[in-house]
């Protein structure tokens, strides 16, 4: 192009190319999933290519919340709901909808659960009620389940054999029918449930087939013990409001975590090969957090379930102060101590007690051989601290301590680095309860990261 004066005058011409929607299918369907539902729709206004991508995503996360102007949604609200259901047209495995009363009243939820659980065929479902209780769930433990919400299905509502996960918030159970014949069902999650013993009774009969469960359920009558009995139930979190006792029969169960229960120790049953409580962690007669965990070789799915279950408890404040913790573990094995350090740091504050188990030999090194990477474990020759310069508890109780080299260096470690705060009490194992006294007392030697640290037998 040439000026007035003849000059040439030089133009940048601005490419544009849409070179992202020249992407595949596949990479397109990467980048929308690090995005929000909402803005994964958004993105259809972007140019024709983008209309129908979010269509395949495999995961919905439908908020009303974040368009609620008033107390009650307006119902185009649940029709853009209903359309982005509809639309969809991909293999949708993960949906999680926070709905209003009005919802569940005029039948549009049940509706929605009809279209993702079996036309859909949705692998996990989180449904959550945001009436006037939600802003105080974590207030005060009695309005659970007092949002007069109550989630009235049809029978077998939840037993399509794709479903393997299930999560309710905030809601009133008051039959047990839409969860009839739930063998598909893995994982459950009750959250801010109120419900009759009955009822919960029957709801867990008919999920024989759970791995986890987590309950923060609040009974109408205080006069009832909750029975949980599954063969094959791994992780178990419960905070339990007026209820009268806990009893769980559970074989399989590698992690219990309790957040609050209103019940005293007396009224908790726990029959369980894996788990053992040489301790009793509660100074009155009100149960406070407690996390369990026989620590094996889980793989990295059921690790990150373990670690979920520890964060539950972490919102309420009073928890955090009382908190306690019993752990089980082979110190011989590699993986289980990488995975006791990843246990402890969990816990975002100071522990009041943690109790450590050390497995008896002959059957640790059986388990142990059957996992992947297992090697002889050398934490002790590291100079970092176990499991990190923060963490810090109380009081710590050694049982089953045989006085080899890696239960001396742990109790070393955490004895030298301030770890443990006011008292490490030890039991022996029986075989060498005499022959532990020497060990005692060169733990005694040690420089202490507290100066009024005690250590004794116990």
Request: glycine share 4%.
């Amino acid at each position: 192009m040439s000026s007035t004066k003849g000059e040439m005058v030089h133009v940048e011409v601005v490419n544009t190319d849409d070179w992202i929607s020249k992407l595949s299918d596949d990479l397109l369907l990467e980048i929308l999933s690090k995005l929000s539902t909402k803005e994964v729709i958004m993105t259809s206004v972007l140019s024709k290519r983008w209309v129908n991508v979010w269509k395949k995503t495999s995961q919905l996360c439908l908020d009303m919340r974040t368009i609620a102007k008033t107390t009650t949604l307006l119902p185009n609200v649940s029709h853009q709901v209903t359309k982005v259901i509809k639309d969809h047209c991909g293999h949708l495995e993960r949906c999680t909808i926070y709905h209003d009363l009005l919802q569940c009243e005029n039948g549009m939820l049940e509706f929605w659960i009809q279209s993702l659980v079996n036309v859909k065929h949705i692998k996990d479902l989180t449904l959550e009620n945001f009436s006037h209780s939600w802003e105080s769930k974590y207030k005060s433990i009695c309005t659970w389940g007092h949002g007069d919400v109550t989630l009235d299905l049809p029978p077998r509502s939840f037993s399509h054999p794709s479903l393997t996960s299930l999560s309710l918030g905030q809601y009133s159970l008051e039959a047990p029918h839409a969860f009839y014949d739930c063998l598909n069902l893995k994982n459950l999650k009750l959250i801010g449930i109120s419900a009759d013993i009955k009822v919960l009774h029957a709801v867990l009969v008919s999920c024989t087939s759970l791995e986890v469960l987590a309950l923060e359920i609040s009974s109408n009558y205080k006069t009832s013990t909750l029975k949980i009995e599954n063969q094959y139930l791994k992780f178990l979190y419960l905070s339990l409001y007026k209820i009268k006792g806990v009893e769980v029969t559970s074989p399989s169960l590698h992690i219990l975590s309790i957040g609050s229960l209103s019940c005293g120790i007396e009224n908790l049953v726990i029959a369980s090969p894996r788990l053992h409580f040489n301790r009793h962690f509660w100074p009155t007669t009100k149960v406070f957090p407690h996390p369990s965990f026989y620590i094996s070789c889980l793989d990295q799915g059921e690790t990150i379930i373990g670690h979920e279950l520890i964060m539950m408890n972490v919102p309420n404040v009073c928890m955090k102060m009382y908190a306690s913790m019993s752990v089980s573990v082979d110190l011989t094995n590699a993986k289980e101590v990488e995975m006791l350090k990843q246990v402890l740091v969990a816990w975002p504050r100071e522990m009041q007690e943690v109790e450590i188990l050390f497995k008896g030999n002959n059957a640790a090194r059986n388990e142990s051989e059957t996992c992947i990477e297992n090697k002889q474990n050398t934490f002790w020759e590291n100079t970092k601290p176990f499991p990190n310069a923060l963490f810090r508890a109380n009081t710590v109780w050694l049982s089953n301590f045989s006085g080899s080299n890696e239960e001396f260096a742990l109790a070393s470690r955490m004895i030298t680095q301030g770890t443990v705060v006011r008292c490490m009490m030890i039991k022996p194992s029986q075989p060498k309860k005499l022959e532990i006294e020497d060990t005692i007392a060169k733990l005694k030697e040690l420089p202490k990261g507290h100066e009024n640290l005690s250590i004794a037998l116990f």
